[in-house]
């Protein structure tokens, strides 16, 4: 059962244009939900979060949004750049010390 | 290190074969969490565990797969008789212990290609 669902695989911008990312998920009870970001060969790394008492978190070219009613939150980068093309991952947490649960991610590349 | 260690970083091995991962967390942190992600798939929750608590093993795909964490610190996920469906990329992460999430964030390392031929 997929609790947390990224439904695009793949998503292909121009530089300097938005980017937005979807991401979906079932378990109501999620109280956090963050977005990582992964280049090849690495580990993924933390990007940016928001808590489920919010409904839009900022930090620089990043925005998260998050629609509870839906159960749908998006990440918005704008601009985007050419060193963004990685894979984006969602993951939903419920519970401060607890394990989170990822989406399958989605590649986005930044066209030059 | 500053950062989470994993070795080793890539390993062949024979379908039938025993194989042992090793983790590495963030001096200090208390949990710490195995994924694994497969060709094309996203990442997979095998196990957790947070400081002295009984680890949550829920996301072990069979009994073939197993893993401790030895003084709270490094950590062993030892995969038994290998299957060709094991080659994934194992990633490893810890984290501190929080009050609430906070920023959330898990600390990965560059995780252990396994391939089983």
């Known amino acids: 059962d997929q609790q947390v669902k990224q439904n695009s695989p793949s998503l292909s911008v121009q530089e300097g244009r938005i980017s937005i990312l979807n991401c979906d998920y079932t378990?109501?009870?999620?109280?956090?939900f963050l977005w990582y970001k992964k280049y090849p060969a690495e580990g993924p790394t933390f990007l940016i979060s928001?808590?489920?008492?919010?409904d839009k978190n900022e930090d620089g070219r990043f925005t998260v949004f998050l629609n509870k009613s839906a159960k749908h939150l998006s990440l918005h980068i704008v601009p985007s750049q050419p060193g963004d093309s990685a894979v984006y991952f969602c993951?939903?947490?419920?519970?401060?010390?607890?394990?989170?649960?990822f989406g399958k991610g989605i590649t986005l590349s930044v066209r030059p | 290190g500053a950062g989470v260690s994993q070795s080793p970083s890539n390993k062949v091995t024979e379908k039938g074969k025993d194989v042992e991962l090793r983790c590495d967390p963030i001096?200090?942190?208390?949990?710490l969490y195995w994924y694994r992600q497969s060709l094309g798939q996203g990442l997979e929750f095998l196990i957790y565990f947070q400081g002295n608590s009984a680890p949550d093993k829920s996301g072990l795909p069979s009994d073939r797969f197993s893993a401790e964490r030895t003084g709270g610190s490094v950590s062993t996920l030892t995969i038994q008789r290998t299957q060709q469906e094991d080659s994934a990329v194992y990633l490893c992460?810890?984290?501190?212990?929080?009050?609430?999430f906070g920023t959330g964030e898990l600390f990965f390392g560059e995780g252990s290609r396994l391939t089983v031929l």
């Open positions: 993951a939903a947490v419920r519970g401060a010390n607890s394990k989170l649960t």
């Open positions: 378990n109501s009870m999620f109280d956090y």
């Open positions: 928001i808590s489920s008492i919010k």
């Open positions: 001096s200090g942190h208390t949990a």
């Open positions: 992460a810890s984290s501190s212990h929080r009050e609430s």
